[in-house]
């Protein structure tokens, strides 16, 4: 019987549920390890809980479940001597970085989902461009999925870097266009 471990952060749960469910339908056991900065962004809880043996819900202030990084539970799992077929993980690229990181020394394979990168889903853009085994792979065409022990993860969080000042003022535009149509 396959043992796998899914681990979600953030609204990349809603993209972790699917795998999960298909996990535990084809008859794998199945851990699930999901982390949100605070109790107010808990999605799917219910629905990680049903199709898992194991749910640990972790957030960064301790609001609800266990105060933590996904890491923290993830390593805690693999100590008490869970041994897992495989790790997908699906979330912010800094978390898919650092689950890789966890099960690296374990040589537990870890399939991370870099949908968060794409952006017009034909390769034509650039935007979801990444080195994976030294090769550059577009995680929209050639993925979304890769093996996350592969991924040239301090290149990726670089490009993501690029357009944080036109993301942050995208966003305060954009506030700023909301709270003029309240008055």
């Known amino acids: 019987k396959k043992k796998v471990c899914v681990v979600g952060g953030g609204v990349g749960c809603a993209i972790a549920y699917p795998v999960l469910k298909k996990f535990h339908d084809c008859g794998a056991e199945v851990h699930a390890v999901v982390g949100f900065k605070n109790k107010d962004l808990v999605i799917l809880e219910d629905k990680f809980r049903a199709a898992s043996s194991v749910l640990k819900l972790m957030t960064d202030d301790g609001s ?21 077929d495989e790790i997908f993980a699906i979330g912010p690229a800094i978390m898919m970085k650092f689950v890789s990181k966890t099960t ?4 537990i394979p870890t399939t991370v989902s ?4 794409m952006v017009d889903g034909t390769g034509m853009c650039g935007g979801c461009r990444l080195t994976v085994g030294g090769e550059t792979k577009f995680a929209c065409v050639d993925g979304p ?3 996350g022990h592969k991924v040239d993860w301090d290149e990726s969080l670089k490009r993501g870097k690029m357009y944080f000042d036109w993301e942050r003022h995208k966003y305060e535009e954009t506030c700023n ?7």
């Open 104 to 107: 690296e020394p374990y040589g």
């Open 177 to 183: 266009l909301f709270s003029k149509e309240v008055q």
């Open 64 to 84: 609800y479940g266990e105060k933590g990084l996904v890491t923290d539970a993830l390593k805690e799992l693999i100590d008490a001597g869970n041994q897992y």
């Open 145 to 147: 999925d890769f093996d």
């Open 114 to 117: 870099m949908s968060p990168i």
